[in-house]
């Protein structure tokens, strides 16, 4: 299993592990409102990224997909040296995880809003 990420708190991170989901039941059955709204916030910000970082993921590997097909029908119909054109798919992997790994850490570490309630 992976090491839970250094941002993520380590209770909502208990959340993610299936064996552990009775300890966290009780764990929250004992916080306060405001500490449980906390821990709610915290909790639908980790599922928030990661759902960011699994749709970075599918879409860089279409892209990947896509650019590789469109370099092969190039490197076919094209004379002379064009084998740098392989090297464009993976370019464009590399910049969308990455784009898509700061959008991520940007959602998940979002303060909460305020309540309105004074």
């Known amino acids: 299993m992976s090491k839970p990420n250094e941002t993520e708190d380590p209770l909502v991170a208990q959340a993610f ?58 490197y076919g119909v094209s004379d002379g040296f064009v084998a740098w054109v392989f090297l464009l798919p993976f370019a464009a992997v590399g910049a969308i995880l990455y784009g898509f790994g700061k959008w991520a850490n940007r959602v998940g570490s979002a303060l909460p809003k305020a309540s309105g309630k004074t």
Do not use: C, M, N
């Not at 966290?24 to 916030?41: G, M, N, Y």
């Open 17 to 74: 592990d299936a064996s552990k989901h009775e300890d966290l039941a009780r764990a929250i059955e004992q916080l306060s409102p405001d500490e449980a709204t906390f821990f709610l916030h915290k909790l639908e910000g980790a599922l928030k990224k990661r759902k960011l970082q699994l749709t970075g993921y599918l879409v860089a590997l279409l892209t990947w997909l896509i650019g590789t097909v469109i370099a092969l029908a190039y």
